[in-house]
C-alpha cells in the first residue's frame, strides 16, 4: 500500500528545502517579529507529492472522519435585551479526526499510512522552527481537517487560557490540500483590530502558520460549478 514519507522534507521544492535550512529571507523567523501573526506559503511543496498525499488521505481517511458542527445558537438574537449588543461564540463546520486517541480508528490508520510519522518527523519540527525563529516543543499535537461545501470556521482567536502550555501562545502549521473542484476559501484576520487582511487557503500544497492567539476565520468552502461532491480541502496541522 502507497505510504506518506516518513520525513517532511521529501515533499519540499527547492524554495521549501531553503526555508528549512533558514535561507529563505522574508520568511525564515518571519513569525519571530511581534507584528506578525500569520503567514501564507505557496511554492514550497511538490505538486506532485501533494496531490499524491491528498488522493491517500482522500481514500483512507475520509471515511474515519468526524463531523464538527457548532452552528450560530438561537439564543444570540432571541435572548438580546438592547441594540447593538451582539455577542458570536465561535461557530464551525468541518470533518476532523484530532490524531490524540491512540485507539480510535482514525489514530490507527493515519499511523499505518505515516501521516503520524510525517507530522512528528524531524524535518517538520525543524521547519516550524525556522519560520518560528525559535526553539520549539517537539511534543505537539496533530489534527486532520477536512472541508466541503459550505463549511467554515467562524471568527475566533484560539486562545487557550486553562491548558497548560498553551496559555502564552502557541504556534499552528497547516499543509493544505485542495481538490481541483475547489473554487475557492480564505483565511481572513484581523490586523490593528479589524478585519482587514485576507489570503486563499485553497492551494494544492499551501503552507499556512498562525502565532496563536489572534482573532482570525475561514470562509465558507465554494466549489466550482457542477462539482460539489468532489471538493474538499484537507488540512493537515501540527501544533507546537
Avoid at 85 to 105: D, G, H, M, Q, Y
Avoid at 186 to 208: D, N, Q, R
Avoid at 215 to 231: I, N, S
Wanted: aromatic share 8%.
Amino acid at each position: 500500500m502507497p505510504s506518506i514519507p516518513a520525513e517532511f522534507e521529501a515533499l519540499l521544492t527547492p524554495a521549501g528545502r531553503r526555508v528549512l535550512a533558514g535561507k529563505a529571507p522574508g520568511i525564515s523567523g518571519a513569525l519571530a517579529n511581534p507584528r506578525c501573526r500569520f503567514i501564507a506559503l505557496d511554492g514550497l511543496i511538490r505538486k506532485s507529492a501533494a496531490e499524491a498525499l491528498r488522493k491517500l488521505l482522500e481514500r483512507e481517511m475520509l471515511p474515519l472522519l468526524s463531523p464538527m458542527a457548532m452552528p450560530i445558537p438561537p439564543e444570540t438574537i432571541w435572548e438580546m435585551e438592547k441594540n447593538y449588543e451582539e455577542w458570536l461564540p465561535k461557530t464551525v463546520r468541518v470533518k476532523t479526526a484530532t490524531l490524540e486517541n491512540r485507539r480510535s480508528k482514525s489514530y490507527r490508520r493515519a499511523e499505518e499510512i505515516g501521516l503520524i510519522a510525517l507530522l512528528k518527523s524531524p524535518s517538520f519540527v525543524a521547519f516550524a522552527e525556522a519560520i518560528a525563529g525559535r526553539a520549539l516543543d517537539p511534543k505537539g499535537g496533530q489534527q486532520l481537517l477536512c472541508y466541503g461545501p459550505g463549511d467554515y470556521a467562524g471568527p475566533h482567536n484560539d486562545h487557550h487560557p486553562e491548558e497548560k502550555g498553551y496559555e502564552r501562545g502557541y504556534l499552528d502549521i497547516h499543509l493544505s490540500l485542495s481538490s481541483p473542484a475547489v473554487a475557492h476559501q480564505y483565511l481572513v484576520y484581523a490586523k490593528g483590530g479589524h478585519f482587514t487582511e485576507m489570503v486563499p487557503v485553497s492551494g494544492l500544497g499551501t503552507i499556512t502558520a498562525y502565532r496563536l492567539p489572534f482573532w482570525h476565520y475561514t470562509t465558507p468552502l465554494m466549489p466550482k460549478p457542477r462539482r460539489e461532491k468532489d471538493a474538499r480541502r484537507w488540512g493537515m496541522l501540527g501544533t507546537f
